[in-house]
């Protein structure tokens, strides 16, 4: 499942990523919470010891006196065994008595300092100890005497490291818990979000590949959508399976039925011993043959029109020309037949993007159409905007409720034995590889058959 | 304050760190031990000997000194010594508070009774109680004190004929001294009717157990009161007239203390030799072969604390090893105590009748 570049690892980290980032906040607010809950309960001590201190201070013999407690150092000692430093500083600042010459702190004198304690708390660094200070700025309370002075108390940290370290841990316990517990709810609730997936893919992988019925599961709605698409495109492929069977189908009856005559004729030859009638019948399967093949080719460019992987290589070319060829191609055959095949061009270029044995193969498609159904007179016309190639007979044209009937394979006008049905397919298909859009319309006056292929505007140049 | 005894015993016993070279032979410097002590050498030798057997190519270097200069040397060079050993309890705490100790970490260290060490840096390994001596002729003609109120009693009774007959620690001159006026005054106040008491027999200050005990063998004195009873104990016992009275209200006990500095030259041999005094071999030659009084919980017996605990229990008052210890060092405190002391000690006649008076009804 856990694969590079999978939704699964992305919506993981994507949702991991957030939660472990709140995570580090926690961690780090539970720390200072741990670190000022411990600094704040062992101030008290501090708080006390300093009051106790400042209670024993008295005014002797013209000078500070104190009879220090010595419950006021052991309340400093706690558990974890501190050590413990004090000292007593007058007004002036001078060193009245104690165990070592601490620091004061940078605070502001109160105004009213006669009347009131003040007391200030300090991290300090002293002969490389990392201690705790705690400072009591008060006075003398004596009949005349005021005298200010300050109480210092110090001990090491060790105490306040052991309880925020306990704290920490309790926390610790705590926010891994929920860590743990959100982490699996994520990893479940993904894998069950994505589980649909992997039921969509395994319905696909165990259809039979022939087969193109719908998919039938239930899926959510995201997911349902996708499948909608693939039913869809499954019936698109159903219907285009059917045409093609129905195509194969016409197919192989239209080859038969000439094959089927060919070797009757043959049979029939063969009876005979006068080569005269051999010979007839050897131009009459030469004829047939000959048209066999001509349907095969045109099935053969039928398939390969039909082809949706086909991409042909287009140029630029220029349809006025091409018709100029055609008309002159096919000129001298017409002439002979009385048909009056010409040609009705622009003065400009007109330049398409396009494969011109394809456009040619359409024109002649379209001319012989005309041809065999009688027309008199044929005009292969090119106009510039739109760009435009476009076929004219006075035949006898196609009502306009048969006319999209005609674009379908086999599907003939007239029961004509000559014609295979599938020209005007072919031009179908050509125009559509063209990019170009077919149109029938009734020729000019109400009669004949008008054949347009209007190509892209502005394509080539 | 036991320069009295040390001298006494110098004479003829050889000393086994005198045998040894001085501590400046470069080459062996990594084998060499030097500890600086206050613990007199008779009481030594045994740890010594026996420790040496253990570690036989250490060469160790013992110093014996008083108290405050043993404390006042250490603080002006703090990287000489390997090892400190002193009674003076407060000034021994004080040098560890200050942070000039390093812990040991051995497993004899970690199981050490908690009341008996402070962190894993100072450790007590002795347990030495304060007594009172007293010669035959007291008894002969008075009730034995058996503690502090009777001792008060019998002073104030027998106040003329005990004039100039008793002898204790001078405060003023000797750190035990104070340590011990300290202790007894935050324990009663009762301790400065007995200072009265003591001031109107006229009794005489000494500065060292060993000087008292000397006085007490010769008949000069016949009440010692608060000697170290470790030196005592041995003492009484080779000399038929004195006898040594543990009181059944309160005693105080001492404990010597022992660090490492952290500036120790030899860091090694120093783990290697506070791990052997607290060790349970360490601990039974303190039994055995001294008065010292071992603390190791496995050991019982004569010698031990838990033969003093189940004698003389309720009495026992070992000095807690903690900063109250930082408040006895305070010098406003001390002035305050020894300006007292001399005021209760110097009370006048009528003043003191007044007193006995009053505290007779």
Sequence with gaps: MIRRDSLYRRLLSWLMLPMVALGGLMLFQAWLDARQTADRAFDRLLEASTLAIAEQVQWQDGRLWLDLPPAALEMLATDAEERVFYAIYDDRGHFVTGNADLPGVDAPVAENRDTTDALFYQDIRWHDLALRLGVRRTHIEDWRQRERFEIRVAHTREGRQQLAEQLLRGNLMYIFGMALLAAITLFIAIRSALAPLTRLRRAIRARDPRTLSPLELPLPRELAELRETLNELLARMRRVRANQERFIGDASHQLRTPLAGLSARAELALRQDDPAQWHQALSAMHETSARTSRLAMQLLSLTRLDNPEYQPELATLDLGDLARRLVKRYWSDCHRQAIDLGAELPATQVMVSGLDWQLEEAVTNLVDNSRRYGATRITVRVSAAPPQLEVEDDGPGIPATKQLLMLRPFHRHSEDPDGSGLGLTIVDGIARSHGARLGLADGKAGQGLRVTLTFPEGDPA | ?361
């Design chain 2, 1 to 361: 304050m036991r320069r009295g005894l040390a001298i006494l015993m110098l004479g003829g016993l050889s000393l086994i760190a005198d045998a040894d070279p001085p501590p400046g032979d470069t080459h062996q410097q990594a084998s060499t031990l030097i500890i600086h002590g206050a613990l007199d050498k008779p009481y030594m030798r045994p740890l010594l000997a026996d420790f040496r057997q253990q570690h036989p190519t250490l060469e160790v270097d013992y110093r014996n000194r008083d108290t405050l200069p043993l404390y006042r040397d250490f603080l002006a060079a703090p990287d000489e010594a390997d090892v400190v050993i002193s009674s003076a309890m407060p000034w021994q705490y004080r040098l560890a508070n200050d942070g000039y100790a390093q812990p040991l970490k051995t497993p004899s260290a970690q199981q050490w009774p908690a009341w008996a060490r402070w962190r894993q840096e100072l450790f007590a390994f002795t347990f030495e109680p304060i007594v009172m001596v007293v010669h035959r002729e007291l008894l002969e003609r008075y009730s034995r004190p058996d503690n502090h109120a009777e001792l008060l009693a019998l002073l104030r009774q027998q106040r003329e004929p005990l004039t100039g007959r008793v002898v204790t620690y001078d405060p003023r001159l000797s750190g035990a001294g104070y340590t011990y006026a300290i202790e007894e005054s935050r324990l009663s106040p009762r301790y400065w009717d007995l200072v009265a008491a003591l001031g109107d027999v006229e009794t005489s200050l000494a500065a060292t157990t060993g000087e008292m005990l000397d006085g007490l063998a010769e008949g000069r004195y016949w009440i010692g009161y608060n000697l170290l009873g470790s030196y005592a104990r041995q003492f009484v016992a080779a000399n038929p007239d004195l006898e040594m009275i543990i009181p059944d209200d309160y005693t105080l006990v001492i404990q010597r203390l022992a660090f490492m500095p952290r500036q120790a030259p030899h860091p090694d041999n120093a783990r290697r030799f506070l791990d052997y005094l607290i060790s349970r071999r360490g601990q039974a030659v303190i039994a055995g072969e001294t008065s010292l009084g071992a603390i190791h919980p496995d050991l019982s017996g004569p010698g031990t604390a838990a033969a003093w605990r189940t004698t003389h229990g309720d009495a026992l008052r070992p000095l807690t090893i903690g900063p109250g210890l930082l408040a006895t060092l305070d010098e406003l405190k001390r002035q305050a105590l020894l300006s007292r002391w001399q005021r209760e000690f110097k009370r006048d006649d009528s003043q003191s009748r007044e007193a006995v008076s009053g505290s007779n009804e």
